[in-house]
C-alpha cells in the first residue's frame, strides 16, 4: 500500500505562536492532498486541500504547503488556539481510484 | 443538518455476535466509505461504493460485509466479531474523488 507519513506524531505549541505539521508522501503520482483536523471523539474534518499544481493554498490561518520534489506536504496554522488542539492527518490522492491514503496522524496540543 | 450520520455512536458487544453499523448521508454525493481507525489513531480504508457498486474492497475479513441500499446509505454488518475488532469505524462519503466528509463514528468495544 501507499506511505504517508508524519515526522513527528505530537507536537506542543503556546498558545498565539504559530503551528507546523509536516507529512510526507511517497506516490509520486499522487495529484490531490487534503489535511484533516480530528477532535476528540469526533471524525476527521477537512481543513484544507492543494492540487499538485500548485504548491501553497492559504485559508484562514492555515496555510498548505506542497514541495512535489521531495514529497512533502505541510500545514502552518498561524496564531494557534487552544481550540486547534487535535490530531491533524495529511491524506494523499494517487490518483487511483476514490482511494485516500492517511498518514499516521500529528497530536497538537496548545498550551494556554 | 448532519451531514454525514452513523447508528450507533457506541457498541459494545460478545465476542462471536453479530452486528451491524448504518451509515446515512444527505450530500447527494455517489461515493461512500469505510474506514477502520485504531488505537493509534490510523485510518485505513475497508470499503468504498459508488452508486451502490462495490468500487474499492481493501484486504478485509469476508466477516466484514458492506451493504449499499441506495447511494444515501451504507451499512457495514459483521459477523462473528473478534477481539481485534474492536476500533472505531468511520463512514465518509464524497462527490466522485473530491473531499471526503466523515460521520462522527462509531466505538465497536468486543469483549
Known amino acids: 500500500g501507499e506511505s504517508v507519513g508524519l515526522h513527528l506524531p505530537t507536537l506542543s505549541v503556546q498558545e498565539g505562536d504559530n503551528s507546523i505539521i509536516n507529512c510526507a508522501y511517497s506516490?509520486?503520482?499522487?495529484?490531490?492532498f487534503i489535511w484533516y483536523k480530528q477532535e476528540s471523539g469526533k471524525g476527521p474534518q477537512f481543513i484544507i486541500d492543494?492540487?499538485?499544481?500548485?504548491d501553497k493554498r492559504q485559508g484562514q490561518r492555515v496555510t498548505v504547503l506542497l514541495n512535489k520534489t521531495v514529497k512533502h506536504l505541510s500545514l502552518q496554522i498561524a496564531a494557534t488556539q487552544p481550540g486547534d488542539s487535535a490530531v491533524y492527518f495529511c491524506?494523499?490522492?494517487?490518483?487511483?481510484?476514490?482511494?485516500?491514503?492517511f498518514g499516521t496522524g500529528t497530536s497538537l496540543t496548545v498550551i494556554p | 443538518d448532519t451531514a454525514v450520520s452513523q447508528t450507533p455512536k457506541y457498541l459494545v458487544t460478545q465476542m462471536g455476535n453479530d452486528k451491524s453499523i448504518k451509515c446515512e448521508q444527505n450530500?447527494?454525493?455517489?461515493?461512500m466509505y469505510w474506514y477502520k481507525q485504531d488505537s493509534k489513531k490510523f485510518l485505513k480504508i475497508m470499503f468504498s461504493?459508488?452508486?451502490?457498486?462495490?468500487?474499492i474492497n481493501e484486504t478485509v475479513p469476508n466477516r466484514f460485509s458492506p451493504k449499499s441500499p441506495d447511494k444515501a446509505h451504507l451499512n457495514l454488518h459483521i459477523n462473528s466479531l473478534e477481539l481485534g475488532d474492536s476500533a472505531v469505524y468511520f463512514c465518509?462519503?464524497?462527490?466522485?474523488?473530491?473531499?471526503?466528509?466523515f460521520g462522527p463514528g462509531t466505538r465497536l468495544t468486543v469483549l
Open positions: 465518509a462519503s464524497s462527490r466522485r474523488t473530491d473531499t471526503q466528509y
Open positions: 506516490n509520486s503520482a499522487s495529484d490531490y
Open positions: 492543494i492540487r499538485s499544481n500548485m
Open positions: 491524506a494523499e490522492n494517487p490518483r487511483t481510484g476514490n482511494q485516500f491514503y
Open positions: 450530500l447527494g454525493h455517489d461515493t
Open positions: 461504493y459508488n452508486n451502490k457498486e462495490l468500487i
